[in-house]
C-alpha cells in the first residue's frame, strides 16, 4: 500500500524563526494536501496542491508539490505561538476517495 | 454556519459497554468518514461512506459498525468487541467537488474505564 514519510517527527523553534518540513510518498500523487491540528481539535484545512511544480501560499505557510510528484514540502515563515500543533501532509488513498496521511510533525514554538 | 459538528466532545465509558459517536455535517456532502487518532499517531481510517445506504471498511474496522441512513449523519459505535477503544474519534465529509480534499469535525475523545 501507498506510505507517506513525513520529517521532522518534531520541531522545537524560537518565536520568529522559519520552519520546514516535508512529506515523501512511495508512488506517485496527483494532490497533495496539508493540515494543521491544534491540540484536541480536528485538523483544518490549510493548503491543497494538485499540480507538479505547484507553489501555492496561505498567508504565511508556502507550500509546494514536487517535480517528481513523490513530495511536498510545507514552509512557515516568522512562525508564532498560535503555529503550535501537528502538520499532516496528505494524499490519494488505495482507492477512490480515500486519503493516505503521513505520521505529522509536531511543532512547538517557544515564546 | 456549515460544517461538521461531533458530539460529545468527551465522553466515558465502562469496559465492555457499547458507545455510539455522533457526526452531523450540513455541508450536502456525499462521502462521509471515521478516523481514530491515538498519541503520537497519524489517522487511521475506520470505515467511509461514499453514498447514503452504502459504506465500506478502512484499514481498522474490527470492532466498530456504523450506518448511513441519511446523508447528513453518520454515527459510528464502538462495541464492546474494540480491544482498545480509548482514542481520539475524528469525523470528515467531503463534497463531489472538492477532489481529495476532506474537511473534519471537532472530534470525540472517548475513555473507556
Known amino acids: 500500500g501507498q506510505q507517506l514519510n513525513q520529517s521532522p517527527q518534531s520541531m522545537f523553534i524560537q518565536e520568529g524563526e522559519d520552519v520546514s518540513m516535508n512529506c515523501t510518498s512511495s508512488?506517485?500523487?496527483?494532490?497533495w494536501l496539508w493540515y494543521k491540528q491544534d491540540p484536541g481539535e480536528g485538523p483544518v484545512l490549510l493548503i491543497a496542491?494538485?499540480?507538479?511544480?505547484e507553489l501555492t501560499s496561505n498567508g504565511r505557510l508556502t507550500a509546494q508539490f514536487g517535480i517528481t510528484r513523490k513530495d511536498s514540502f510545507l514552509n512557515i515563515s516568522a512562525s508564532i505561538p498560535s503555529d503550535v500543533g501537528i502538520y499532516f501532509c496528505?494524499?490519494?488513498?488505495?482507492?477512490?476517495?480515500?486519503?493516505?496521511f503521513g505520521q505529522g510533525t509536531i511543532l512547538t514554538v517557544h515564546p | 454556519d456549515g460544517g461538521i459538528t461531533q458530539s460529545p466532545k468527551y465522553l466515558f465509558r465502562k469496559e465492555g459497554q457499547n458507545v455510539t459517536l455522533s457526526c452531523e455535517q450540513n455541508?450536502?456532502?456525499?462521502?462521509m468518514y471515521w478516523y481514530r487518532q491515538d498519541p503520537g499517531q497519524g489517522l487511521r481510517l475506520i470505515y467511509y461512506?461514499?453514498?447514503?445506504?452504502?459504506?465500506q471498511k478502512g484499514d481498522i474496522a474490527e470492532g466498530y459498525s456504523v450506518s448511513r441512513e441519511k446523508k447528513e449523519s453518520f454515527p459510528l459505535t464502538v462495541t464492546s468487541a474494540q480491544k482498545n477503544p480509548t482514542a481520539f474519534y475524528l469525523c470528515?465529509?467531503?463534497?463531489?467537488?472538492?477532489?481529495?480534499?476532506?474537511?473534519f469535525g471537532p472530534g470525540t475523545r472517548l475513555t473507556v474505564l
Open positions: 461512506s461514499q453514498i447514503v445506504n452504502d459504506f
Open positions: 496542491l494538485y499540480k507538479a511544480g
Open positions: 455541508l450536502n456532502h456525499d462521502a
Open positions: 508512488s506517485i500523487f496527483n494532490t
Open positions: 496528505a494524499g490519494p488513498g488505495t482507492s477512490y476517495g480515500k486519503l493516505t
Open positions: 470528515a465529509s467531503r463534497g463531489l467537488a472538492d477532489y481529495n480534499e476532506q474537511f
